[in-house]
């Protein structure tokens, strides 16, 4: 077979067959293909679509192009996955959850794709933290901690690997097959026993509108009982940042805060926990969702779930004190800037999508594939939807390297910003949920 062909193919709207998605898979994970077949590719599946034949031998074919995990543990093993937003770092806080209330979690994550943060980039901040372990410390923190949230290693899932970073420049992060198989091919090789998906819809999301998400919710859900996988997936609202930080160390900070119980928001408290509820009533951990959010609110408030995640830290390299030292070990920026209100008012409207992309600007994203990440840059103290402003009052704090990029990320969250004379009806955290 040649890949141009297979391109050709999917360019002028063939349905591929098994054989030919899997040579090309193939390809993908060995580098026998080029970038370019692999951008033309996506592009081709982005424009033309896959059915979802193609879409379960594409998730198959990239899920068996690594390593897949076997288990042999006294709980469940379970996972969780969002499409991705601005500020969502509920992962942080739900993987030791889970752990806490007796599930497993071996959660595989991602870089950020476009102006979506990702959370191994937040994790990457932590100093000493190992993203990524060889298979034989992952599933060893797993075992004795009871979660641990890793980037994809050589071994799991290599297809993706290529294929992700080509999807974020590339303009094709929005197709619905290639988010389908990215997402399950990297959660099927973790040997899951049931997943929860987050699908995020609103303006800092991917699927920006209703039935673009219930499109993909369907998809995922349809895709990963295929395989073998029991999922419910919740559509969630991205119209404005779910947490008040958006950034890396900003953003694991704001997890910690959760954690510990010093701050909650109460947007992302609300994902979060109907998130993590899901699980524990899959796996028979909890009798019924309203019991399941009881069960986790117990293990905030004792602060179990808390210690999950310092064990899990520093299993993997980090330091050991990270939740009574957060401020001192976390990178810091040297410059932290207000964005004044113009006036007073409430915040009607938030372009989320302007919000990450300020982030970007202030180098806590990826123009390209190869930049680097600062890991100290980011935005705190985000003004959500329905706020009371007066004018001078900060929308948000830029924490940025110097005072350019400073000043275009304040540009990005003025224009961002719309504010009005009386509040906006409140918007549901959780909007839809698909599954059994």
């Known amino acids: 077979m040649l890949p141009q062909e297979i391109i050709r193919a999917k360019r002028d709207g063939a349905t591929l067959a098994r054989a030919e998605i899997e040579f090309f898979v193939r390809g993908v994970a060995d580098a026998t293909i080029a970038a370019e077949q692999i951008g033309a590719f996506a592009m081709a599946v982005f424009l033309r679509g896959m059915d979802m034949a193609e879409r379960i031998d594409l998730t198959r074919a990239m899920t068996r192009s690594g390593d897949v995990l076997t288990w042999d543990l006294p709980g469940p093993v379970v996972d969780k996955h969002s499409t991705g937003g601005i500020g969502d770092n509920v992962s ?14 071996p959660m595989i994550s991602g870089r950020g794709l476009g102006h979506t943060g990702g959370t191994l980039d937040k994790l990457e901040s932590i100093p000493g933290y190992v993203a990524k372990p060889d ?19 050589a071994r799991l899932a ?47 999301a ?41 950034g890396n160390a900003v953003e694991v900070l704001n997890a910690v805060d959760f954690l510990t119980g010093a701050r909650r928001d109460p947007r992302l408290h ?34 179990a779930a808390a210690e999950r995640f310092e064990r899990m830290v520093a299993a993997l390299g980090g330091p050991a004190d990270l939740l009574s030292r957060a401020r001192d070990l976390l990178p810091k920026a040297p410059l932290t800037i207000p964005v004044p209100a113009p006036r007073d008012g409430f915040v009607a409207a938030i372009d989320a999508r302007a919000v990450g992309l300020a982030v970007v600007e202030l180098g806590g994203g990826r123009r390209v594939a190869a930049d680097s990440i600062d890991p100290a840059v980011g935005l705190t103290d985000l003004a959500g939807l329905g706020a009371s402003i007066r004018a001078g009052d900060p929308l948000a704090l830029i924490h ?10 304040a540009a990005r969250l003025r224009e961002a910003y719309a504010l009005a ?6 918007r549901p955290a959780v909007i839809e949920r698909i599954g059994a």
């Open 158 to 204: 290599p297809a993706d690997q290529r294929l992700y970073s080509i999807r974020d420049v590339t303009a094709t992060v929005e197709s619905i097959p290639l988010i389908t198989a990215s997402i399950l091919s990297k959660k099927l090789a973790e040997g899951l026993s049931s997943l929860v998906m987050d699908v995020k819809c609103g303006s800092g």
């Open 135 to 153: 298979n034989a410390l992952f599933e060893r923190v797993v075992r004795e901690i009871g979660c641990a949230v890793i980037g994809q290693t």
């Open 270 to 303: 609300e994902v979060t926990l109907a998130l993590a509820a899901e699980p524990l009533v899959a796996s028979g951990l909890a009798p019924d969702l309203a019991a399941a959010r009881a069960q986790l609110q117990r293990a905030l408030d004792s602060g």
């Open 206 to 246: 991917f699927m920006a509108s209703l039935d673009a998400a219930r499109e993909l919710a369907q998809s995922i859900a349809a895709v990963a009982t295929g395989a073998g996988t029991p999922t419910v997936v919740l559509i969630t609202d991205m119209n404005e940042p779910l947490a008040s930080a958006a």
């Open 421 to 426: 004379d009386a509040a906006p009806a409140p």
């Open 92 to 105: 942080l806080m739900l993987a030791p959850l889970l752990a806490a209330c007796g599930a497993y979690v």
């Open 400 to 409: 940025a390297r110097d005072a350019s990029t400073a000043e275009a990320a």
